[in-house]
């Protein structure tokens, strides 16, 4: 985490630079650790699973199932809202902009 600055020291060009280089610091250390946690999942979903009835699935097919087993037993929306967002039909907002514009090409002056 980036340190802050101590109360009545003046911010000048050295103390930016110094807030910046502990900023870039801190957020490179952050993105190493969301890359670690992506891939840590992605070996997880990937890594294939046996039940206790001896069926082998994948990590995300077992997380599939185990998402569909909730929903049905508890028919919470936001599992619904997962399961719907993940099979690839989540709703997309869109905004649609339509602009008219109109110019007059004739000069007045001339005509």
Request: hydrophobic content about 30%; aromatic content about 4%; proline content about 4%.
């Amino acid at each position: 985490m980036a340190k802050k600055m101590p109360e009545g020291r003046p911010f000048t060009t050295e103390t930016a630079k110094e807030c910046g280089h502990n900023g870039g610091k801190a957020s490179g250390e952050a993105k190493r650790k969301k890359k670690l946690l992506k891939d840590c999942l992605n070996e997880l979903l990937a890594s294939e699973i046996t039940d206790k009835n001896g069926v082998t699935r994948t990590g995300s097919e077992a997380a599939a199932v185990t998402l569909w087993r909730k929903f049905m037993k508890t028919g919470d929306p936001r599992i619904f809202e997962v399961i719907r967002d993940t099979a690839g039909e989540k709703p997309v907002d869109k905004v649609e902009q339509v602009t008219e514009i109109k110019v007059d090409w004739e000069d007045e002056n001339n005509d």
